[in-house]
């Protein structure tokens, strides 16, 4: 796995968030997003997690959404980290950060990111449960999680 | 001639050694779908609704595999 720490949006090292703001004096507005690892879904009780990605080919893609996302909106920072191996509960899956001069190309463009993020980046969720089975994720079907 | 072969998440778990596999001249991803069907009828469901990448590009069914062409297959994804 330690191969992993070349790429720029796939870690598989834990995120942490900071009080932090990219320091960038025209920035007035910034959105943090952070994707959370909870324990239920679908109504089981889950223990933890695994995302597995296709490292290589999810970097590039990432990359490319964040570089769409400069070219619809005016913004001034824009990032996004997936994790990958081993999560707990309440850990941190993804963190997608976006600023801009305004709140609203902040807000807009960050709820984009994820979206593509989820429903286009080959990262894959593995669910383990209280039971001790476990399940491939299939897929985003809910629009608003 | 060969391809690689990388499979993941639910994919991999019906095709758990297959590294490699031998295609003819001019077959498609449409062809591919349907030897690797026919290797394991069992993951017909899954392999339907997965994306195929070639060399790390989305291709489409039509799309022609080459000699060494490293195709992965790739189930819906849920990231986040």
């Known amino acids: ?145 | 001639m060969d391809i690689q072969l990388l499979f993941f998440a639910a994919v991999k778990d019906h095709f758990p050694d297959l590294k490699k596999i031998e295609v003819s001249e001019g077959d498609s991803i449409l062809n591919l779908r349907k030897i690797l069907t026919h290797t394991n009828p069992g993951s017909e469901s899954i392999l339907k609704v997965s994306r195929f990448a070639v060399n790390q590009s989305i291709v489409n069914d039509d799309f022609v595999l080459r000699e060494g062409s490293v195709v992965a297959v790739l189930p819906p994804s849920s990231g986040g």
């Open chain 1, 1 to 145: 796995m330690s191969v992993l720490e070349t790429y720029s949006y796939i870690s598989s090292s834990p995120i942490f968030v900071s009080s932090d703001v990219p320091d960038i004096p025209e920035m007035g507005g910034f959105v943090l997003f952070s994707g959370i690892v909870r324990n239920l879904n679908e109504g089981k009780k889950v223990t933890h997690l695994e995302y597995e990605a296709y490292a290589p080919m999810a970097d590039e893609m990432i990359a490319g959404i964040l570089s769409d996302a400069r070219k619809k909106w005016d913004l001034l920072h824009a990032n996004c980290i997936h994790r990958v191996g081993k999560l707990e509960i309440s850990e941190i899956a993804v963190i997608v950060e976006t600023g801009s001069m305004h709140r609203a190309e902040a807000y807009e463009s960050n709820r984009y990111i994820i979206d593509r993020v989820k429903h286009e980046v080959p990262i894959w969720k593995k669910e383990f449960y209280i039971d001790g089975s476990s399940q491939w994720s299939k897929g985003c079907v809910h629009e608003s999680h």
